[in-house]
């Protein structure tokens, strides 16, 4: 019997009897043959969905009934009032419905109403949580966290798909920005300065989309990213050197890598004396110099007018008169302007952009400038990114979920139409050891930069024995 003769016999009736599923199987493979081997096979695991139990009728009932309540007789109010007369309240509203009986869990109930009033509803605890760096919520019944690096699904869920946009929309009213079928898709920050993206249907098939990347209550500083592992303390000296003297930074890497971390504590080395203006799309970077003035695009209104881009801010913060400019993130035609503003007198620049590698950072520079709308020669385009860029601090998430600066570079000039890149650090990775940790570091390449006169004018003294291996 052919084969396809036997898978259309699965399943049929034997004697009368249906067939077995080893009947089945057996029907496919052929009695002759042997079976395939069970250590030849591989199993991909995908993520099993955690059962979600149905919140009981009545627990949800006296839930909303308190909610009714409380946005309806005590809207004025003060929430932390609300928040202690919170048992008075739930006793008050079993008494009126006294078909309410079997209530189990009013601490948990008491709970989620206060994160409902006070929080972010059910992903508030996430919020809380030091360890969880990133939550994303697929729809209302699917939340993921990231610790560690590491993502896992977590037992949060939502009611329905407009318990979800009411937190959404509890995040984007204070900010002045909106999310509807016209414009289905959104970048925002709460108050600690945490991103925000969010995508709702019907764009997002799953339902309304949320990510938010957390960020540290308190801004992580360089000694932290030694702690972590990030970078060594000899980096930290030379990048730290590097700001001082009012370099050109740019600092690349994939999504989630650290960029914005990381400049973050670049940020934090500049003089108390300077004027900063920061440019980005949603306020992030966390200055805690004196003189900082913080610039953040808008998007266009309903009508689709009114947009202020990046680049129009770049525009902008050269009339600013800025000691320092720091761009969260180019991705567009303000490459051109960045680079011309750090060719006219703007040293001691940085931004972030998106790259694999510094090659491939600059070469993005190059497509970003072309997306300007000038038409410019790609060899003048070359000098503009040799001749404003001294360094490109390279950024990775490795394997193992840790974020490690893997190329410090230097953009040395031209040579014919190329431009010439120098590692002066790259990261060795010497093993994985047995919890799957990556084992490594950044160590120098044993070139001194070519910048490092600009340093000993601006009065920095480094030791040569900075950019040789230690042994």
């Known amino acids: 019997m052919s084969l396809l003769a036997r898978l259309q016999t699965k399943g049929e009736k034997v004697d009368g009897v249906p067939a077995a599923k080893e009947t089945a199987v057996e029907s496919v493979v052929d009695k002759n043959e042997a079976p395939p081997s069970s250590s030849k096979k591989e ?10 139990e149905a919140p009981d009728s009545e627990y949800m009932e006296l839930k909303n009934l308190t909610l009714k309540y409380i946005l309806k007789e005590r809207k004025n109010e003060d929430i932390d009032n609300i928040v202690m007369d919170m048992d008075d309240i739930i006793q008050d509203i079993l008494q009126e ?26 992903i508030n605890p996430l919020l809380l949580d030091e360890e ?10 699917m939340v993921y966290a990231e610790r560690s690096g590491k993502l896992s699904l977590t037992d949060v869920t939502f009611r329905d798909e407009d318990h979800v946009m009411a937190v959404l929309e509890k995040i984007l009213s204070p900010l002045g920005r909106r999310v509807d079928e016209s414009s289905p898709m959104v970048d925002a920050r709460l108050k600690d300065g945490s991103r925000v993206n969010a995508i709702i249907p019907p764009l997002a098939l799953a339902g309304p989309t949320i990510t938010i990347r957390k960020f540290s ?20 000296a030379f990048i730290k050197a590097c700001v001082e003297a009012k370099l050109n930074i ?7 890598s650290g960029k914005t971390t990381t ?29 900082v003035v913080s610039l953040e695009t808008r998007p266009a209104n309903i009508e689709g007018k009114g947009a202020v881009t990046i680049r129009d801010l770049v525009k902008n913060s050269l009339r600013m008169r800025p000691d320092r400019i720091v761009i969260g993130e180019v991705r567009s035609g303000e490459a ?16 972030t952009g998106h790259s694999n590698s510094p090659r491939d950072m600059v070469s993005r ?17 070359r000098e503009q990114v040799a001749g404003a860029l001294h360094l490109i601090i390279q950024q990775t998430r490795l394997s193992d979920g840790t974020r490690r600066i893997t190329n410090i570079t230097e953009v040395q000039g031209m040579e014919g139409d190329i431009i010439v890149l120098q590692d002066i650090f790259v990261f060795k990775q010497n093993g994985v050891d047995e919890n799957g940790k990556i084992i490594g570091k950044l160590i120098p390449t044993g070139i001194r930069p070519q910048f490092y006169e600009i340093m000993e004018r601006e009065g920095i003294d480094l030791p040569a024995s900075l950019f040789v291996e230690k042994e």
């Open 97 to 122: 419905n006294d078909h309410i009986q079997d209530i189990s869990n009013i601490e948990k109930l008491k709970v989620e109403l206060k994160n409902d009033l006070t929080g972010y509803g059910p």
């Open 336 to 351: 051109l302007d960045m680079l011309q503003a750090m060719n006219t007198g703007h040293d001691g620049s940085l931004a």
């Open 250 to 256: 740019f600092v690349s890497g994939g999504t989630g």
């Open 263 to 291: 400049l973050n504590v670049l940020s934090s080395f500049i003089s108390n004396k300077d004027r900063i203006v920061t440019i980005e799309d949603a306020a992030e970077l966390q200055l805690g110099q004196e003189h």
């Open 365 to 381: 520079l190059e497509t970003m400038v072309l997306m300007a709308g000038m038409d410019l020669p790609i060899k003048a385009i």
């Open 132 to 141: 969880v760096s990133e939550v994303m919520v697929n729809g209302p019944k």
């Open 217 to 236: 209550k308190d801004p992580f500083t360089i000694h932290d990213l030694v702690r972590f592992g990030t970078l060594t303390e000899e980096m930290a």
């Open 43 to 52: 199993t991909v695991e995908k993520p099993v969905q955690k059962p979600v």
